[in-house]
T-cell receptor, first 116, second 113 residues
């Protein structure tokens, strides 16, 4: 079966712009989580959506937002981009809620965002 | 608050030798522990998890991990390293009652031929 698909793979944006990243989970998975990965901060949790509702949120400013559609596809949006937003953004999908030990979750290959 | 530490930024080992990647955790309740591996320009791949039961957990690609409650550790091990094991390894923890996973900073494993 198809894995988690993230688009686009690479993005270059200018400071101050906004960006939208997309994540299509594995078919049947209802939970989508987003992470930011940077060399300095490692993997940091952004938010999790389950059945179109945000269930968890990490410690990121309001410029970072997301949503989930009825088909479980998710988007995250970053407004007013800053240089520090340059990172690999990963999404992961699961049948259950994030970290639920009864369900594994699968990561996509990520979107590498570069802000110049 | 839950946290996880990977004290080594990099581990070097010769092919065929045993490898250990260290992880310690801190939680208030019972932990759920996970190991993931990341290859260049890829997402994270699940290796194994500890939920309850046997302290020695076996996972993918010949990896195993030992849960030690008294030392709050969950070290990743493999009896015989392969060059293809070279990658970035992440330990993650979630305590019961919490939903979010917390990841360690990652350990880069280099296996020399």
């Amino acid at each position: 079966k198809a894995g988690v698909t993230q688009t686009p793979r690479y993005l270059i944006k200018t400071r101050g712009q906004q960006v939208t990243l997309s994540c299509s989970p594995i078919s049947g998975h209802r939970s989508v989580s987003w992470y930011q990965q940077t060399p300095g901060q490692g993997l940091q949790f952004l938010f999790e959506y389950f059945s179109e509702t945000q269930r968890n949120k990490g410690n990121f400013p309001g410029r970072f937002s997301g949503r989930q559609f009825s088909n479980s596809r998710s988007e995250m949006n970053v407004s007013t981009l800053e240089l520090g937003d340059s990172a690999l953004y990963l999404c992961a999908s699961s049948l259950g809620l994030q970290g639920d030990p009864n369900y594994g979750y699968t990561f996509g290959s990520g979107t590498r965002l570069t802000v110049v | 608050a839950q946290s996880v530490a990977q004290p080594e930024d990099q581990v070097n080992v010769a092919e065929g030798n045993p490898l250990t990647v260290k992880c310690t955790y801190s939680v208030s309740g019972n932990p759920y522990l996970f190991w993931y591996v990341q290859y260049p320009n890829r997402g994270l791949q699940f290796l194994l998890k500890y939920i309850t039961g046997d302290n020695l957990v076996k996972g993918s690609y010949g990896f195993e991990a030992e849960f030690n409650k008294s030392q709050t550790s969950f070290h990743l091990k493999k009896p015989s390293a392969l060059v293809s094991d070279s990658a970035l390894y992440f330990c993650a923890v979630r305590e019961t009652g919490r939903r979010a996973l917390t990841f360690g900073s990652g350990t880069r494993l280099q296996v020399q031929p």
